[in-house]
T-cell receptor, first 114, second 113 residues
Framework: TQLLEQSPQFLSIQEGENLTVYCNSSSVFSSLQWYRQEPGEGPVLLVTVVTGGEVKKLKRLTFQFGDARKDSSLHITAAQPGDTGLYLCAGPKSGSGNTGKLIFGQGTTLQVKP | NAGVTQTPKFQVLKTGQSMTLQCAQDMNHNSMYWYRQDPGMGLRLIYY???????DKGEVPNGYNVSRLNKREFSLRLESAAPSQTSVYFC????????????FGEGSRLTVL
């Protein structure tokens, strides 16, 4: 069974601190996505990584796809209260063809205190 | 832009009652999905539709039925609700499966007593 495991599950930090969230699997994924979800809303896509070793930056957020395409990380520099939310990684289910059937990690809840 | 619209946003049911969650998207996407979200479990796929008239099971289809009425609309029906179906349900759609952005609705919070 393909699984995506995120760590930590919960993170509470002060504004200005740096943090890293991990998304790990024993399975190879053709691509991985990161979503952010705020309370009462649906997830919103932050980034898609498709190449092993790929690094993408989105302002203060840096995303990395592992060389073996089994893991990914999200690093936030100088976190701000607006970064608060649930962060989810997701990848296509193996053998599902090009259907968009995604497997999601259980999520990391980030709280950034002013 | 409306994007993905779900109704109702909140619903309370008694065990054994039935209901339908409605979803519509205005982005001309072929692929649509129903997910459920439970604490500590991320999102799990219930059903998927690649196009009008076609549907396919996801990870947790038991107790649910779906209908892809046309390209815009994808409904989820609970025939006989159970407490285990208490959850937040999300409808989503995408233009490019697997690597494209999945657009989600705001969610429907369902409680089964």
């Amino acid at each position: 069974t393909q699984l995506l495991e995120q760590s930590p599950q919960f993170l509470s930090i002060q504004e200005g601190e740096n943090l890293t969230v991990y998304c790990n699997s024993s399975s190879v994924f053709s691509s991985l996505q990161w979503y952010r979800q705020e309370p009462g809303e649906g997830p919103v896509l932050l980034v898609t990584v498709v190449t092993g070793g790929e690094v993408k930056k989105l302002k203060r957020l840096t995303f990395q796809f592992g060389d073996a395409r089994k893991d990914s990380s999200l690093h936030i520099t100088a976190a701000q209260p607006g970064d608060t939310g649930l962060y989810l990684c997701a990848g296509p289910k193996s053998g599902s063809g090009n259907t968009g059937k995604l497997i999601f990690g259980q999520g990391t809840t980030l709280q950034v205190k002013p | 832009n409306a994007g993905v619209t779900q109704t109702p946003k909140f619903q309370v049911l008694k065990t054994g009652q039935s209901m339908t969650l409605q979803c519509a998207q205005d982005m001309n996407h072929n692929s649509m999905y129903w997910y459920r979200q439970d604490p500590g479990m991320g999102l799990r796929l219930i059903y998927y539709s690649a196009s009008e008239g076609t549907t396919d099971k996801g990870e947790v289809p038991n107790g649910y039925n779906v209908s892809r009425l046309n390209k815009r609309e994808f409904s989820l029906r609970l025939e006989s609700a159970a407490p285990s179906q208490t959850s937040v349900y999300f409808c989503a759609s995408t233009l490019v499966p697997d690597t494209g952005e999945l657009f989600f609705g705001e969610g429907s919070r369902l409680t089964v007593l």
